[in-house]
């Protein structure tokens, strides 16, 4: 056996002639010497590579095409399409950080913040926050009209169109309606920042822009906001701001053509009776109202 | 398709594997037929088949596929004759500082016998003892070349050797 695997060896090169004869001195290996060096000798035919190459290149090769499937155009649309879902979703449900409250025609809202500071929201008004940042930055957007009750702390920033109002901790009333910005403090003190001008209220004090302007208002007592109260009240404030109250409150739409919007009314009327409401504002200015379902009118009463 | 696939696919480097390859591979086909014109057919058949799969052939084992390729057509189509392998005209003796008539004789005698074994062996152990021989190849590249174990060479080899020389030493 180990005879015949050195034999094998030999044959592959790795044992010389010399060291298998060393190796078995008694047997004969000439046989095999001869034998592997004439089966050298055979002949084997030479082959023209580049000829044969030629003759290869003549023959019919039926090469298989290769397979091609047409890139579905719908069932990428439609991944797509789940895709841009699931990651606009998940957008809003986890990025999406901003809070927002909104009050239609003749609704209120108590809200409470993040730092237990409430928030009661008037009739047609929106406010938001972002709750992520909350902690460091208490800054609020309002449009519309709230009342604040504040938790002492970091200033705490209500934005409006017509300006900011800071605080630290305190109780104030925001108003901010078209060409109509009112701060009302209760309590504390606040910071009102406008275009025009910049004032620090205290309580009992208003801040009031009518279009832009800046109007003096004299001191009031209350402790909270008549709204609070299902009433709305006046102290020299314009007809027609009187009116987009009366509209806001009750959902109706006046039409005041007819009478002089700019006469200032002081009073207050109720949330709660819109006969009652109409008088309270219409009898003081002598003027009268027409009620036609949604719609009312206003005239002088000494017109008719 | 990785890139060595593709590369069996273009021309230029199919042309370059083909006219490497295509002497060894005939030789090969050679030693289990016999005739050079079958061997050719056989060779050019698997370089046929080689150059339609292209894209599936792994360029690294296309050598092996080529060979593996031809055995199996021989053992398909090839009627298994009896192979006599001729010799290459002018072919040194063993030794040749001796030129004694006596001697050349002997030889003579001895490279018939031997020719005349050849024709005895099987066609696996032919192809493995004249892949050994003439063109020199280690019997881990034949058992490369012919997917078969370094093994299975050897027994191969072995078997033919031993048939070889019982016939040579016993005529």
Redesign the interface.
Same mark, same amino acid.
């Given at each position: 056996m180990n005879k015949?695997n050195d034999? #094998?060896k030999w044959?592959?090169?790795e044992i010389s002639t010399e060291e298998i004869k060393k190796r078995y001195p008694e047997e004969d290996f000439s046989? #095999?010497?001869? #034998?592997?060096?004439?089966?050298?000798?055979?002949? =084997? /035919?030479? =082959?023209d590579?580049?000829r044969? #190459?030629k003759?290869?290149k003549n023959?019919a090769?039926?090469?298989?095409e /290769?397979k091609v499937v047409p890139l579905n155009f719908k069932t990428f649309l439609k991944v797509a399409a789940v895709l841009v879902v699931l990651l606009t979703s998940s957008y809003f449900l986890f990025f999406n950080n901003t809070k927002s409250f909104e009050t239609q025609m003749a609704q209120t809202e108590v809200l409470t913040l993040p730092d237990n500071s409430e928030v009661i929201l008037n009739a047609q008004s929106k406010l938001s926050f972002n709750k992520k940042e909350w902690k460091k930055n208490r800054t609020l957007d309002l449009d519309g009209e709230a009342f604040f009750k504040v938790t002492k702390g970091e200033t705490f920033t209500v934005k409006t169109e017509a300006g900011n109002v800071q605080v630290l901790g305190t109780q104030f009333n925001v108003k901010e309606r078209e060409n109509y910005f009112e701060v009302m403090c209760y309590e504390g003190s606040v910071k009102v920042t406008s275009a025009k001008k910049e004032t620090i209220l205290k309580p009992g004090k208003t801040f009031r822009l009518v279009n832009g302007n800046v109007v003096e208002v004299s001191d009031f007592n209350a402790e909270t906001p008549s709204w609070l109260a299902k009433e709305s009240s006046f102290d020299n404030v314009p007809l027609w701001q009187v009116i987009d109250e009366l509209e806001i409150q009750y959902d109706i739409s006046i039409d005041a053509s007819k009478v002089d919007v700019s006469k200032t009314f002081s009073g207050t009327f109720t949330h709660t009776d819109k006969n009652i409401a109409l008088q309270a504002v219409t009898i003081p200015l002598k003027l009268s109202y027409k009620i036609n379902g949604k719609q009312v009118e206003l005239y002088n009463y000494a017109s008719e | 398709m990785t890139k060595s696939d593709a590369k069996l696919c273009e021309e230029a480097y199919f %042309?370059e594997f083909?006219?490497k390859h295509?002497?060894h591979a005939? %030789?090969f086909a050679?030693y289990k037929c016999g005739d050079?014109d079958n061997?050719?057919d056989l060779?050019?058949d698997a370089?046929?088949k080689i150059?339609?799969?292209?894209?599936k052939i792994d360029f690294a084992k296309a050598k092996t596929y080529l060979f593996t390729t031809v055995n199996n057509l021989f053992l398909n189509k090839v009627k298994h004759n009896k192979v006599v392998?001729?010799?290459?005209?002018a072919?040194?003796y063993?030794d040749e500082n001796n030129e004694s008539p006596e001697y050349l004789l002997e030889?003579e005698e001895?490279?018939k016998k +031997?020719q005349a074994?050849?024709a005895l062996l099987s066609e696996a152990q032919r192809e493995v003892? +004249?892949m %050994?021989?003439?063109e020199?190849k280690?019997?881990r590249e034949i058992a490369e070349l012919l997917n078969v174990s370094q093994k299975a060479v050897?027994k191969r080899?072995?078997g033919a +050797?031993k048939i070889?020389?019982k016939h040579?030493?016993n005529i």
């Amino acid at each position: 056996m180990n005879k015949e695997n050195d034999i #094998l060896k030999w044959f592959n090169g790795e044992i010389s002639t010399e060291e298998i004869k060393k190796r078995y001195p008694e047997e004969d290996f000439s046989a #095999l010497e001869k #034998l592997g060096f004439y089966a050298k000798q055979f002949d =084997v /035919p030479k =082959v023209d590579a580049e000829r044969a #190459l030629k003759e290869f290149k003549n023959r019919a090769h039926k090469k298989a095409e /290769p397979k091609v499937v047409p890139l579905n155009f719908k069932t990428f649309l439609k991944v797509a399409a789940v895709l841009v879902v699931l990651l606009t979703s998940s957008y809003f449900l986890f990025f999406n950080n901003t809070k927002s409250f909104e009050t239609q025609m003749a609704q209120t809202e108590v809200l409470t913040l993040p730092d237990n500071s409430e928030v009661i929201l008037n009739a047609q008004s929106k406010l938001s926050f972002n709750k992520k940042e909350w902690k460091k930055n208490r800054t609020l957007d309002l449009d519309g009209e709230a009342f604040f009750k504040v938790t002492k702390g970091e200033t705490f920033t209500v934005k409006t169109e017509a300006g900011n109002v800071q605080v630290l901790g305190t109780q104030f009333n925001v108003k901010e309606r078209e060409n109509y910005f009112e701060v009302m403090c209760y309590e504390g003190s606040v910071k009102v920042t406008s275009a025009k001008k910049e004032t620090i209220l205290k309580p009992g004090k208003t801040f009031r822009l009518v279009n832009g302007n800046v109007v003096e208002v004299s001191d009031f007592n209350a402790e909270t906001p008549s709204w609070l109260a299902k009433e709305s009240s006046f102290d020299n404030v314009p007809l027609w701001q009187v009116i987009d109250e009366l509209e806001i409150q009750y959902d109706i739409s006046i039409d005041a053509s007819k009478v002089d919007v700019s006469k200032t009314f002081s009073g207050t009327f109720t949330h709660t009776d819109k006969n009652i409401a109409l008088q309270a504002v219409t009898i003081p200015l002598k003027l009268s109202y027409k009620i036609n379902g949604k719609q009312v009118e206003l005239y002088n009463y000494a017109s008719e | 398709m990785t890139k060595s696939d593709a590369k069996l696919c273009e021309e230029a480097y199919f %042309n370059e594997f083909y006219l490497k390859h295509v002497q060894h591979a005939s %030789n090969f086909a050679y030693y289990k037929c016999g005739d050079q014109d079958n061997a050719l057919d056989l060779v050019q058949d698997a370089f046929s088949k080689i150059w339609e799969n292209c894209a599936k052939i792994d360029f690294a084992k296309a050598k092996t596929y080529l060979f593996t390729t031809v055995n199996n057509l021989f053992l398909n189509k090839v009627k298994h004759n009896k192979v006599v392998m001729e010799y290459a005209k002018a072919a040194p003796y063993i030794d040749e500082n001796n030129e004694s008539p006596e001697y050349l004789l002997e030889e003579e005698e001895f490279k018939k016998k +031997l020719q005349a074994a050849m024709a005895l062996l099987s066609e696996a152990q032919r192809e493995v003892f +004249l892949m %050994n021989r003439i063109e020199g190849k280690k019997y881990r590249e034949i058992a490369e070349l012919l997917n078969v174990s370094q093994k299975a060479v050897e027994k191969r080899m072995s078997g033919a +050797l031993k048939i070889l020389r019982k016939h040579i030493e016993n005529i």
